[in-house]
């Protein structure tokens, strides 16, 4: 990203609704490039801002794109080309002369260009790598060094750091001088001669400090930092937690390496929201969110695995009524119950999975603990089965034209649903403690896995009350008023 | 929130993790107040971030709470009950001497409090406004008036305003006076004398501006802003967008009323986030993520509604395979395979729906158009049925011990996925056109639908296939060698 902290340049006049003005640009751009009048792109694309002009030059044909491009000036090139998804970015580098690229891939944040060089093929990397000034070459081999994910590969180099010996006026003509080509001034850090961070003051401390006070006695000792290999998404939780702008990064031996700001941490949010979404909705997540912008076959290849593993999971659940075909061939209405007691223990078990690993993801389960939010889900499920039996018993009762029936399908109602939430809450709490990513334990899992010990807790109770329980009642003779509401 | 944009001193040395640091002064906190030692807990908690100590505090037994609170410097106090849930704000308002707790409230962030006043009975509110200086009186009453979820609920009224022809040197004057009692001193906004929005700039442009040049020539006119009214989901959206630090409110009459800070847009994204997850797990959100430190009856209250809607859809489901008892009466292993169509089906349409509810979400979605989407989601799960037919027809053909049960299987699977990808997709989409949250149609809803329709596809060619086939060519006369493959 360009502008953290800046408030880049907006589109327009005061008070206008970003959506709009980003679809119009978009229209409005193409038709002007077709038509060759190239002073009326610049002069509609002069107030709008980086990002609504990277999606307008996104929608264009590749053709287009490298001519809208070329009209855009030199620090606007840069900020747009950021902005850009990386299918243009790499079209864009392939269509321009490698020199007027070279400007750009230069002048880029490190951070920006290591996520496009990762999606490179390695000859162009090659090729780009040897083009950049030995800095820039260094802190992008650097950066990719990092494993994805995490705080090195999410961070920039790009800050401000000043030294406990320099007066607040010295900091403040660094701050200045440093202003256009730093990430953000607004979080300022203080090493020592080895680089380790020893303190950190926002721009707020040092504007409103005695201008002759030593940073030494402005900044604050105690900081919050991660490290490089810290997870983006516990990096997230950090400045979410505390409402920092942005928090410092160091190595092993405490050297600050770089800073991850707030609009980074953002899209993480983001994007892991987006992936529990889709956990919990069987469908694999992408790199980037662009299912809409993939095609039908990567749509497929991303559903089908789950899909099918959840297909291989219900062919137990056709074994388990397979296996009691007898109870079925005795009384045929009950395979109209099998539907409704999987679905709603199914249901039950989403619900628990969902408020646990969303809890998870959110921290805000660690306030109760494992085995207390499992007894809880566990009791949850029962008092929601018995509200439910109130509706299903009669239903049963009367559509299975049986009192048995309608005593099997509530009995097995509620030791579906106890089950379903002790179980929905456990695998994803398990999966977290082994260290996997509890969204994995996904919601239609489970309750595939629910309806296959649902069936057979279901077929095995009504097998006893209308099978076994009726031929023991004619072997030992006794023949009581309750059978009369029965099905015999 | 109280330091949106400095970096408020940070919990003991250099590189601490976040989590354990919280834990651990909980654990403390505790066991110093039990004994009494009141020098130790102010050494304890003089190095710790307000929000951790917020935590500490909201876990401790209410008779603690109070001591602790009272221990904390007057700004320490302010900014950690910011933090506080709003049990504890409520209990510490009545633990406390109106007098000790006055000045917490008057100082409060306006858009904290008014979220304070908003869960308080009418009576204390009432209590405490009388209280209040006019000024805070009134900023307070104008924000309670905005309906929830809105940009006008979520901002403060704490910015900086200046005029245009100041000088850079003043406004820096301006920004350094008001720099401790104002929620960000990095984005600063330009008012004419009827307090409309003319122009916006950031700390960065003004430090690195000429001290002699006049705001009017270093603003940018351009500005995005969002009004009063506008969704707080589409506040965060803008701010994300954009990588803005905060962004203008403006009222009817483009006067500027407040600013959004980033911060407080994490949150919303988060709770969003949240919302989006739960109806998708068919469990209704509450206010905030409260759901582990509620009861076990609101814990039931915000499932039942949902599990008692999808248990009333599952009757029909039941009502269609006993309206066919007919056919499974003649082929009762036919039972076997309801779950499986109706699991598959369900996987397929939840998938879909969570695609399409996730692009409304972020506004992926709208590169392709509805029309589009639903055609390709269509397409998606006919492909993806035609691929699940190669597991599931053998499957069938041996475990139904028939080529027609394998036949009925394959041909309903194939109708089942195209139908629910298509309802999966077109249900959200039809609901957000409505202007109605497209999260509602949750995915257990479509699921359940899905099952209902497959169902009777399913019973509909089974029965054609096995039962009225058959009878269609003995009638016939005609008999061929295919039925040697068959049931009969």
Redesign the interface.
């Known amino acids: 990203?360009?502008?953290?902290?800046?408030?880049?340049?907006?589109?327009?006049?005061?008070?206008?609704e970003?959506?709009l003005l980003a679809e119009a640009v978009t229209h409005e751009l193409a038709a002007m490039l077709q038509a060759g009048n190239y002073d009326a792109v610049k002069l509609l694309l002069e107030?709008v801002?980086p990002?609504d002009i990277a999606q307008a030059i996104g929608?264009l044909p590749a053709n287009l794109q490298a001519i809208a491009f070329r009209l855009l000036s030199k620090d606007e090139a840069i900020s747009v080309y950021e902005y850009l998804d990386t299918a243009t970015q790499q079209s864009l580098l392939s269509l321009l002369r490698s020199g007027e690229m070279r400007e750009v891939v230069e002048e880029m944040s490190p951070d920006d260009r290591a996520r496009l060089f990762e999606e490179l093929p390695a000859k162009v990397v090659r090729q780009l790598l040897s083009e950049l000034s030995p800095d820039e070459r260094k802190v992008t081999a650097e950066l990719l060094g990092y494993r994805s994910e995490t705080a090195g590969r999410l961070m920039t180099t790009e800050y401000i750091a000043l030294k406990e010996n320099q007066t607040a006026a010295v900091a403040?003509e660094i701050?200045?001088r440093r202003?256009?080509d730093t990430e953000t001034?607004?979080?300022l850090y203080v090493t020592d001669a080895e680089r380790?961070?020893?303190g950190?003051?926002?721009?707020?401390?040092l504007?409103?400090a005695d201008p002759q006070a030593r940073i030494g006695d402005v900044m604050?000792?105690?900081?919050?930092?991660v490290?490089t290999d810290t997870d983006q998404e516990k990096v997230a939780?950090?400045?979410?937690?505390?409402?920092?702008?942005?928090v410092p990064v160091?190595d092993l031996e405490?050297r600050l390496v770089g800073i991850v700001t707030?609009?980074d941490?953002?899209?993480v949010?983001?994007q892991e929201?987006?992936r529990?979404?889709?956990a919990?909705?069987?469908?694999q997540a992408g790199d980037d969110?662009?299912?809409?912008?993939s095609n039908?076959?990567t749509?497929?290849r991303r559903?089908?695995v789950?899909?099918?593993v959840?297909?291989?999971a219900?062919?137990f659940?056709?074994?388990v009524?397979?296996a009691n075909?007898d109870v079925?061939?005795k009384v045929?209405?009950l395979?109209?119950?099998?539907?409704?007691l999987?679905?709603?223990g199914g249901?039950?078990g989403?619900?628990s999975?969902?408020?646990v690993?969303?809890?998870l993801s959110?921290?805000?389960?660690s306030?109760?603990g494992p085995l207390r939010?499992i007894t809880?889900e566990a009791?949850?499920g029962a008092?929601?089965g018995v509200?439910?039996m109130l509706?299903?018993v009669p239903?049963a009762w009367w559509?299975g034209e049986s009192a048995l029936v309608g005593l099997s399908v509530g009995m097995s109602l509620l030791a579906i649903t106890t089950l379903a939430a002790t179980a929905g809450a456990a695998f994803p709490l398990l999966f977290d403690r082994m260290g996997l990513d509890p969204a994995l334990m996904s919601?239609?899992f489970i309750?595939?896995c629910t309806?296959v010990a649902g069936?057979l807790i279901y077929l095995k109770t009504a097998g006893w009350l209308l099978v076994h329980l009726p031929q023991l009642v004619q072997a030992t003779g006794i023949s009581t008023q309750f059978f009369a509401l029965g099905v015999f």
Do not use: C, H, K
Not at 220 to 225: A, D, F, I, K, R
Not at 280 to 283: P, R
Not at 335 to 340: G, K, Q, R, S, T
Not at 362 to 365: G, R
């Open positions: 990203m360009t502008e953290a902290s800046g408030l880049s340049s907006a589109g327009m006049g005061v008070g206008v970003p959506e107030p801002q990002v929608a403040l701050v200045r202003a256009r001034i607004y979080s380790r961070l020893t950190i003051l926002s721009l707020r401390d504007v409103t604050t000792e105690e900081v919050l930092s490290s939780r950090t400045i979410q937690r505390y409402d920092f702008l942005a160091v405490q707030v609009d941490v953002i899209d949010i983001e929201a987006t529990d979404l889709y919990a909705g069987a469908v969110d662009d299912y809409f912008s039908l076959f749509v497929a559903r089908v789950w899909l099918a959840l297909v291989l219900s062919f659940t056709s074994e009524i397979a075909e079925l061939q045929v209405l395979a109209a119950f099998i539907p409704l999987g679905g709603t249901n039950v989403a619900q999975s969902t408020v690993i969303r809890g959110t921290q805000s389960i306030s109760l939010a809880r009791m949850a008092l929601l509200l439910m509706l299903v239903f559509r919601t239609p309750t595939t309806d069936t």
